[in-house]
Structures are given as structure tokens and as C-alpha cells.
């Protein structure tokens, strides 16, 4: 395979692709890690929609349906189901500011368990916007190049690490240990999700 790179896009998002050996069939792949750490193809449907697949009637996706957010303002959602739920992956999440100006922790994702009144201490994930106007969190490569605060393992040279996704499988959640995922906008601009956050979280 001879490899290849196009030009950025209006967006300002470059990617990468492949073209065969004798040249034909050009595409665009984006690759993903699999619980060993070896490369697999993230496939979608004919909309872009990212195809995953899981074993076990117990595995289930959650739609976290984050708002348009303001200048410097924040959402929390809460995750409080009555039965255990494991976190396997974090599968999608994009968002963008009106700005080009942005710069990196213009926007954070973070994660915590348990009671709001020690944020300090049970903060599990934080996660900030690249310096660029999209912020993108995907299970494999992201072209918006997110930066993973905590865990400080979590991402190497801009790549997700082997011990992040056997990190996100240490995360349990129930009614009695919720996990409340907070969104900011440390901005001047406004803040639009384009894809809601999706979890893919199994029962235990």
C-alpha cells in the first residue's frame, strides 16, 4: 500500500488515507486500536455513522445529549442507572466554537463519580480542546487532536494510549456512585455540539 496525504479540507481538518498498489481505489480510513493495541479500521454506515460492535446482550450505547453552550458556561449531566454500569469506550463527541482564535482549553470535557462537593478529588477524566476551532473525542485517531489532562497516561505524541482504554474500563457508575459528565466553555464564543457524546457502557 503506498501511502498519502491530502491537502486540508475547508475545515481545516487534514486526513489520511490509502490507495492500493497499482494506484486505484483512493480512500480515506480512519483507524482505531483494539484491545490489544493493534490498528482495526473504524467502519461506518452510508451516513458516516460509526458502526461498533459488541458482544452481549448487556452492552448497550448512551446518548449524553450536551446543549449549545455560551460564553463561559457549563452543562452537567448525570449518570445514576439502578444497575452497575461498566464504561468500555468513549465512541463519539464533537463540538466547535464560532472563533478561529481558539486556543488549547478553550473547551473541556471531564468526568467525575460521586458527590459534587469534592470535584477536586474525584475529577477521572479531563480532556481540553486542541488549539483549533473543533474539538473531537473518538475512540481512535481524532483530526482535531484533543489533549488528555487526566489521566496523565492517558495520550502520548497526540495518540490514545494502550493504558487509556484499560483505564475507561476501571470506570463504574450506579444510582449510589453517579458519574457526572460536565462540558465548559471557556470561551467568548459560542460553543455547538455537533455529534452528542455516546458512551458505550455494559452491565454488571
Not at 74 to 95: C, D, G, H, K, W
Not at 136 to 162: A, C, H, L, N, R
Not at 164 to 182: D, G, H
Amino acid at each position: 500500500m503506498a501511502n498519502y496525504r491530502l491537502s486540508l479540507d475547508a475545515d481545516g481538518v487534514k486526513y489520511h488515507g490509502t490507495v492500493d498498489q497499482n494506484e486505484e481505489n483512493p480512500g480515506q480510513f480512519i483507524y482505531g486500536l483494539d484491545e490489544n493495541g493493534n490498528k482495526r479500521i473504524i467502519r461506518t454506515d452510508e451516513q458516516g455513522n460509526v458502526l461498533t460492535r459488541v458482544t452481549g446482550s448487556n452492552v448497550e450505547e448512551i446518548d449524553v445529549p450536551f446543549s449549545t453552550l455560551g460564553p463561559n458556561q457549563y452543562q452537567e449531566i448525570e449518570l445514576s442507572p439502578e444497575q452497575t454500569m461498566q464504561v468500555i469506550i468513549i465512541n463519539e463527541f464533537r463540538a466547535e466554537v464560532d472563533s478561529t482564535q481558539s486556543n488549547e482549553g478553550w473547551a473541556k470535557l471531564q468526568f467525575f463519580l460521586g458527590e459534587r462537593k469534592i470535584y477536586g478529588r474525584n475529577r477521572l477524566i479531563d480532556i481540553h480542546a486542541g488549539k483549533s476551532r473543533f474539538f473531537g473525542v473518538y475512540p481512535g485517531y481524532s483530526p482535531w487532536s484533543p489533549v488528555v489532562k487526566i489521566p496523565y497516561f492517558g495520550m502520548i505524541d497526540g495518540e490514545y494510549t494502550q493504558d487509556w482504554y484499560r483505564f475507561l474500563r476501571t470506570l463504574y457508575f450506579s444510582e449510589q456512585s453517579p458519574l457526572i459528565i460536565r462540558l465548559s466553555n471557556d470561551t467568548n464564543e459560542t460553543l455547538v455540539v455537533r455529534d452528542s457524546l455516546k458512551l458505550i457502557v455494559k452491565e454488571v
